[in-house]
């Protein structure tokens, strides 16, 4: 298919044209408000333009359906982008759907502030590439993260097939898999049962849900905040074991990879983790 960019400034794209406007690649989950829908949809920002911006989401939207988002800028005021869907395609790799998404007409002062923030995005990505350069190998996938780890174990329950439910901790959970603390010695391949219940504390960074009346150039107007701290179901899945990590806290470690994870679940962990990011980011990456 072809993206299309529209918005001033921009050019449209197709084949092998090339676009008018830097994209930066971003790989960051996001929750956004689509075509007046009830509550919010998540997915993740794929690229970011002056002029429009690409995401993935397991949600189908409609072509010229309204996305409206918030960027978030360190401790800057968040960016309120708007725009409407260009184009859409199916990945060739896992499930859901990329979209092209092309912003409507920015103000002057939104626009500048926008090309601020992708031109620091810019400047931290050749950072660290030089950074990557004089430093060390990265450590292996087991070390990774580790401030993350530390800060959203919760318990979990886990047994194999057959077996007793036992009591074990979770230290590290995203939409593919997690990190499973637990007294049992399992080899590569065992398969699993687990539920758990995502920590709620976590949504205390999003607003409430309801009406707010905003100030915009064109005077003021009402916009409705999705109600992103509803609490979070227990999760019920199936997985398999695919590495053994160092032990934590005395506890044998695992790195098990979900099996059967339905849709809505994911985007469940994708919104836990959107908060827990926002959480670390307004407490100084604690």
Not at 49 to 56: A, D, M, P, Q, Y
Not at 136 to 161: G, H, M, N
Not at 208 to 226: A, D, L, Q, S, Y
Request: net charge positive; with cysteine; charged share 30%.
């Amino acid at each position: 298919m072809s993206w299309i960019t529209r918005g001033s400034g921009g050019s449209s794209q197709s084949g092998g044209t090339q676009r008018a406007t830097f994209r930066q690649s971003l790989e960051m989950p996001i929750a956004f408000e689509a075509g007046g829908r009830p509550a919010p949809v998540y997915g993740t920002l794929i690229d970011l333009s002056e002029t429009g911006c690409r995401l993935r989401s397991l949600v189908l939207l409609d072509r010229e359906c309204l996305v409206r988002f918030e960027l978030r800028r360190g401790t800057g005021a968040a960016l309120k982008l708007r725009g409407h869907v260009a184009g859409r395609r199916s990945p060739r790799d896992g499930g859901g759907y990329e979209y092209g998404i092309s912003f409507d007409s920015l103000a002057p002062q939104e626009r500048k502030a926008l090309l601020e923030e992708i031109m620091e995005m810019q400047r931290r990505d050749a950072a660290a590439r030089m950074q990557s350069r004089t430093e060390k190998p990265p450590a292996p996938p087991d070390q990774r993260r580790k401030d993350l780890r530390q800060s959203i174990s919760f318990p979990i329950s886990f047994r194999r097939p057959g077996s007793a439910w036992q009591n074990a901790f979770c230290a590290d959970v995203s939409a593919g898999g997690i990190r499973l603390a637990c007294g049992d010695a399992m080899e590569d391949g065992t398969e699993i049962e687990i539920r758990f219940t995502l920590p709620s504390d976590v949504l205390e960074v999003f607003p409430k849900g309801g009406e707010r009346t905003e100030i915009t150039p064109f005077g003021p107007r009402k916009v409705r905040v999705p109600d992103n701290r509803r609490s979070f179901d227990q999760i019920y899945t199936r997985g398999h074991v695919v590495a053994k990590l160092p032990p934590l806290e005395g506890r044998n470690s695992y790195g098990v990879e979900f099996a059967n994870l339905d849709g809505y679940s994911r985007e469940e962990i994708m919104r836990f983790n959107h908060a827990l990011q926002l959480r670390r980011l307004r407490n100084g990456g604690k």
